[in-house]
């Protein structure tokens, strides 16, 4: 049985001890807007932020190391969780970034399912992928590699 509708929206909630450090980064550094969100007094304390379409990538350990090796990332041991962005420049993302005292994990690279990848440490233990779309999903969608799980050859 599936739902009469998908789901409207997906929040990533990211528990932090620096709240003022990812606020800054993630609405001041990024740019994301802010929408109101309920809190209470003192250290309750809460941003909604708003990141533009959200899709969830569910992905094996080895695609994940294969990514890793393709934007010269660090590998992690253990499941992880990563915030991936879409930006409409990968360099300035990284650029802006770096500025404001992240580090940088992998400098920005073209990969084979053409777009362009950087990652960062983000605030509250997060690496932070900047992604540039270098072909639309129509474009993509014919060349070697791209299928739904559905269609892939196993």
């Known amino acids: 049985m599936t739902l009469l509708q998908p789901p409207r929206q997906l929040r990533l ?3 932090t001890d620096d709240f003022d450090e990812a606020v800054r980064f993630y609405r001041d ?4 807007p802010e929408q109101p969100a309920f809190g209470t007094d003192g250290d309750d304390r ?3 932020l708003h ?3 959200a899709t969830i990538e569910l992905a094996t350990r080895t695609h994940v190391r294969a990514i890793d090796a393709i934007e010269n990332a660090p590998t992690v041991d ?3 969780l990563r915030i991936a962005l879409e930006v409409t420049d990968t360099d300035q993302a990284v650029a802006v970034s770096r500025e404001s005292g992240s ?3 992998a400098p920005p690279t073209e990969t084979p399912f053409k777009t362009i ?3 960062i440490q983000g605030p509250a233990g997060w690496q932070v992928t900047f992604f540039q779309e270098l072909e639309t999903l129509h474009q993509r969608q ?3 590699g791209f299928a739904t799980d559905h269609n892939r050859a196993r």
């Open 46 to 48: 809460v941003s909604i």
């Open 103 to 105: 580090e940088v994990l």
């Open 13 to 15: 909630i990211i528990e």
């Open 142 to 144: 014919n060349n070697q």
């Open 117 to 119: 990848n950087a990652r």
């Open 29 to 32: 550094v990024l740019g994301m």
């Open 78 to 80: 253990g499941p992880t």
């Open 51 to 53: 990141a533009g379409t």
